[in-house]
């Protein structure tokens, strides 16, 4: 009977915490969203089709609203921004689409040596 009540309050503690309202309102993250494509001059040529409430994959996965434009953005390295991920912290995250960029300390077959480089 005690695993069953447990079962029971871990289920209950899990509804509640998916069914807890954002800290940042739709409202505000629209208001956001808006102001980054002001600020970026894309006001005119691009406009929010969507704004959906997301949550992180995994156990303490944190809710998060996500932004998608009309159209994407061409941005640099092949790059396409397809909307703005906004934290309930109000911090924005641009979510893009394409090749990464490897880091600068990332070695290529062409900048690195070759074991046929090395003297004996």
Do not use: C, F
């Not at 941005?75 to 911090?91: A, C, F, P, V, Y």
């Amino acid at each position: 009977m005690k695993p069953l009540r447990l079962t029971i309050v871990a289920l209950l503690l899990s509804a509640s915490s998916v069914l807890a309202a954002p800290t940042l309102s739709v409202q505000q993250a629209a208001e956001l969203a808006q102001q980054h494509l002001r600020e970026r001059g894309l006001a005119g040529s691009r406009y929010i089709t969507s704004l959906a409430l997301e949550k992180e994959a995994g156990k303490r996965g944190e809710h998060y609203w996500y932004a998608r434009w009309s159209e994407g953005v061409r941005i640099e390295q092949k790059q396409t921004e397809l909307g703005l991920r906004i934290n309930m912290d109000g911090s924005l995250v641009h979510v893009v689409e394409g090749p990464a960029a490897p880091p600068k300390h990332y070695r290529t077959r062409s900048n690195r040596p070759s074991i046929l480089d090395l003297k004996h």
